[in-house]
């Protein structure tokens, strides 16, 4: 059986494109926040980019799971949409904060949208790859890789590109940019037919999609060390 790739089918490009514009925004706002905290804590500066990068974590650790098992409720496009345009709103509201703690929420609020995010777009990958329906792995692993790829070039490229917006414009500047890309990521989104949640994916319950990774890694011997 030929294997398709899955940039060749027009759905897929679009919602890769979208993620690959909302990865880009996640990275500048990411650096912004160094330039913010130094700007509200001076000489403590870092302590409080510890913090924001500690809530960045807990964000991932406890709010994609959560996400992911309420999210299969939930119209895939709407929700993907909605929490694009929340964290451009979020994002576009980090130039105004004075505090040290406005800035610790809305960046909170910021990576909950974004892990909320992240479990939908994998889940929905072999929605729209008919090779992947058709049972070609191959097709939809390629396209995991690729999605992977995006997270991975963001870590190693955004403090490169961060540094060289920063000659043209200030940190507040990169915050709007980021606002912007987000919204641009929800248009790519909403260009798209996203398919409905198959009814088997939407069976059991909110607890059960839960647990349903950690029980798999338990009743797996080679897993549990993992």
């Not at 700007?39 to 302590?47: D, H, Q, R, T, V």
């Not at 692993?141 to 414009?169: C, G, M, N, Q, W």
């Amino acid at each position: 059986m030929k294997t398709s790739h899955p940039l060749s089918n027009p759905t897929f490009r679009r919602f890769f494109a979208a993620q690959l514009v909302a990865r880009a925004g996640t990275g500048r706002t990411t650096e912004a926040l160094a330039l913010l905290a130094y700007e509200l804590a001076g000489g403590s500066a870092g302590i409080v980019l510890g913090t924001v990068l500690a809530l960045k974590m807990v964000a991932y650790v406890i709010i994609a799971p959560i996400a992911g098992a309420f999210a299969q409720k939930l119209p895939r496009r709407r929700y993907l949409v909605t929490l694009d345009v929340l964290r451009a709103g979020f994002v576009l509201g980090l130039p105004f904060v004075t505090e040290i703690w406005q800035a610790y929420g809305l960046i909170f609020l910021v990576y909950d949208c974004s892990d909320g995010i992240t479990p939908v777009f994998k889940a929905t990958i072999p929605d729209i790859l008919p090779a992947a329906q058709d049972g070609d792995d191959s097709s939809y692993t390629k396209a995991l890789s690729l999605s992977r790829l995006a997270y991975d070039l963001e870590a190693l490229l955004s403090p490169a590109l961060a540094a060289a917006a920063l000659v043209l414009i200030s940190f507040d500047g990169l915050f709007v940019i980021n606002s912007i890309a987000f919204l641009a990521s929800a248009l790519l989104v909403l260009s798209v037919s996203v398919p409905s949640q198959r009814t088997e994916d939407m069976r059991g319950t909110i607890w059960s999609r839960l647990s349903f990774g950690t029980n798999a890694y338990l009743k797996t011997p080679r897993l549990r060390g993992v």
